[in-house]
């Protein structure tokens, strides 16, 4: 296959990967609306979904790294930063698509790093709401009547 065909692929590969992180990017925004612990199962349903899409990603993350690899040895090159100088166009078409990557993979962090500290602030006081349950549990027993003992033995000791 030619040089120019490889990054054609590349370039295919990669616009595939950046529609792919804004859907995980858009999934992480969905998620935001469904962390009250009520909605459990709805934001599972999101997290497998986004996972997913995580997994696709890998796929042609790896796809891309054997392309990048057989361009190379192609070319005879050591380096993919050389490819400047050699491929131009599609090679700044590459760069600018992962520039791409790398601004939707900080929203989606930053994104996720919020839904992460609410889920948290959510779990704390279900937590704390359980330890008051547990803490009034055993002060109503104490008020209850405690029950008449089933069977047993009397010893008269008075003989």
Request: proline share 1%; with cysteine.
């Given at each position: ?11 295919e590969?990669?616009?595939r ?15 935001s609306?469904?962390l009250?612990p009520?909605?459990v ?20 993350n ?5 392309l ?29 698509l ?7 993979l900080q ?5 996720d ?15 704390g709401?359980?330890e ?10 104490a ?10 033995y ?6």
């Amino acid at each position: 296959m030619s040089v120019n065909k490889l990054l054609d692929r590349i370039v295919e590969l990669a616009a595939r990967k950046k529609q792919l992180m804004e859907e995980v990017r858009l999934l992480s925004c969905s998620q935001s609306g469904l962390l009250a612990p009520e909605k459990v199962d709805e934001h599972l349903r999101l997290i497998q979904t986004k996972q997913g899409y995580i997994d696709r990603i890998n796929r042609i993350n790896d796809e891309m790294l054997l392309l990048k690899e057989e361009i190379l040895s192609i070319a005879g090159l050591s380096s993919w930063a050389e490819g400047e100088k050699v491929f131009g166009e599609k090679w700044e078409a590459i760069e600018e698509l992962q520039r791409g990557f790398i601004l939707v993979l900080q929203e989606t962090r930053n994104m996720d790093e919020q839904n992460r500290r609410i889920i948290s602030r959510e779990y704390q006081k279900l937590r704390g709401n359980i330890e008051s349950l547990r803490a009034k549990r055993g002060s109503v027993q104490a008020y209850r009547r405690t029950a008449v003992q089933s069977g047993g033995y009397f010893v008269d000791k008075k003989k």
